[in-house]
């Protein structure tokens, strides 16, 4: 019996790679999309096909003879120009879309976010019918969020698609989160903002694939998930509970130091207030609106309807990860 294609955008990265190997366990051939190529999934037995995100006609060639998309390229950041976000990750999703349907693929898995639903008020708990809301601190919320609903319009009797939202991705191979925060710490940078007893959902990146690798093959049009939207989570925890215990295991000092999230939120404002007057795109600011926030607030999800509708449970603790995070190399 011939084995599933799956194509997967963005399999060089940090979630795309994990996500690869889930496929390639299961006797998936893989294939990849990105505008390089990388070594380590040549040595997988990953087949990539190269080109760019934002032209239909490379995405086009590039899902000839696939059966099922698992999309989870796309630009991400604090900051940068609008045009660029956009370009990525809404034209990038239409035009995966587009040439999905041209080719008759049934099944499209994408990777969104929870910033979509991130405004500027704590999150405390709430599930997948939280609305969008009205304005956003980041390009990249923006446009995801336009992207997402993108996806979720498309379901119907010619694709089948869902979207998820993993929550603070960590574990081997992140270039991103953690060493942001391990880097800070050594040079002295890191503050608590606000009192420290913000609650997050975070997810150990492997679980967040198995999540993906089974939303895609319980994936068709009538299945609950079909046309929907789930968080991605393990928690709440304390997010500085857990960032110290980030710092403990790389034998670095807890973070003590503190500043109240009114005063980080100014910091931020002014800060993003002088990149935009010089036009200062290319390099992240220091402290932007958004970011205090997302330190300073809480941010947790209900996970019962991805529980529900999908079977998943996540497989790894958040120690496990943790250790797992430390003692593995990718």
Not at 97 to 103: I, T, V
């Amino acid at each position: 019996m011939k084995s599933t294609k799956v194509l997967i955008t963005g399999a060089g990265g940090f979630l795309g790679s994990y996500i690869a190997r889930e496929l390639l366990k299961k006797n998936y051939q893989v294939f990849s999309f990105s505008r390089t190529e990388y070594t380590f999934l040549k040595e997988l037995g990953v087949t990539q096909r190269l080109g760019d995100l934002k032209n239909f006609e490379d995405v086009n060639n590039a899902l000839v003879d696939i059966d099922a998309i698992i999309h989870t390229a796309g630009m991400v950041g604090i900051w940068g120009r609008y045009d660029d976000f956009y370009a990525t990750n809404v034209i990038g999703t239409q035009n995966i879309l587009k040439a999905a349907m041209n080719h008759g693929i049934k099944k499209l898995v994408y990777t969104s976010t929870p910033s979509v639903a991130f405004g500027r008020d704590s999150l405390c708990g709430v599930d997948e019918s939280t609305p969008y809301p009205k304005n956003y601190l980041t390009h990249y919320a923006f446009t995801k969020s336009i992207a997402e609903k993108m996806i979720l319009e498309a379901n119907g009797p010619l694709i089948s698609t869902v979207a998820l939202r993993p929550h603070l991705i960590f574990g081997a191979g992140d270039k991103n989160l953690v060493p942001r925060v391990l880097m800070a710490q050594e040079k002295g940078r890191l503050k608590i903002i606000g009192d420290g007893n913000n609650l997050v959902d975070v997810i150990y990146v492997e679980n967040a694939a198995i999540a993906h690798v089974m939303a895609l093959e319980k994936l068709n049009e009538t299945h609950p998930i079909a046309g929907k939207a789930y968080f991605l989570g393990q928690g709440p925890i304390k997010l500085w509970d857990f960032t110290n215990a980030l710092l403990l295991k790389a034998k670095l000092p807890p973070v003590t130091k503190k500043i109240s999230l009114r005063k980080a939120y100014y910091i931020g404002f002014l800060i993003e207030s002088f990149f935009k007057l010089f036009r200062l795109y290319k390099i992240d600011p220091p402290m932007t609106r958004f970011v205090a926030l997302q330190l300073g607030k809480s941010h947790y999800f209900s996970h019962h309807n991805i529980e529900t509708d999908l079977g998943f449970i996540p497989a790894i603790s958040i120690d496990e990860g943790i250790e797992r995070l430390f003692s593995t190399d990718l």
